[in-house]
């Protein structure tokens, strides 16, 4: 991106100023429409919604995926929960659906799992690579039965972020629906940790770090996130301005 608006600056200076003398210098011409440089720019700015986030090699994982945000929820219920081992959590799926589910763990670990390894990009300022494996939203959705009036899913957490308001993310149903958009209950071959969003948590691979909704409780769909929290899609977006499209 940064690149290819670069070169689209570049360009318009160069004739803006009449001044062709660049775009005719080989050297600039082959750095900027090189190969490399315009698929880079192809992928980044024509790239469809539902192309994947790039995978990466089990040798790339980070040794430490290091928790941010709430790193335990500690609420009396998460605590009851935890203590049973989540045995007693249950996913509940529900809002405008044909049929509303209630998942316990041991039913979502014998449904199709997808396994990838993925950047997460949180706005601080860090990344960490990770493998995730969990259910494909898609196919709770699809077992739930989304209604023709729902158009975005919202994600309700274990957390207490002070003064009752728990976290919540959104997506819609492109980000929904995408292939890399998964429940996690594992991550790096391991359960899921408390610090990283025991016993489950949203992978959304072409979003930023906030949208990663961890401690799951509730999966709603809905019509319109007006009503949700402040009604700006998210926690976040709510309450210090972030983007509710935070696409990577
Ligand atoms: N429930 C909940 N989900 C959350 C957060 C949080 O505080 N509570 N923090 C978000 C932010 S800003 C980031 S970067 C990631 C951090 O995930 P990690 O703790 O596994 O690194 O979770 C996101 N999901
Ligand atoms: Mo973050």
Redesign the pocket.
Known sequence: MILARRALLLGATAALTGCDRLARNETVRNALFSAENFHKWAQRSLMARDALAQEFRPDQISPV???????NPNTPEYKAIWRTGFADWRLRVDGKVARPLSLSLSQLRTLPHREQITR?D?V?GWS?IGKWRGVPLRTILDAAGLRQDARYIVFH?A?DMGGGRS?YESIDLIDAFHPQTILAFALNDRPLSV???APLRLRVERQL??K????LMRIEAVDSIANIGHGKGGF?EDYAGYDWYAGI
């Open positions: 995926f290091r928790a941010n945000g709430t790193a997460h949180c601080e960490a957490c957390d976290y610090a990283n969003g770090g906030y990663q909704a961890k401690y976040w």
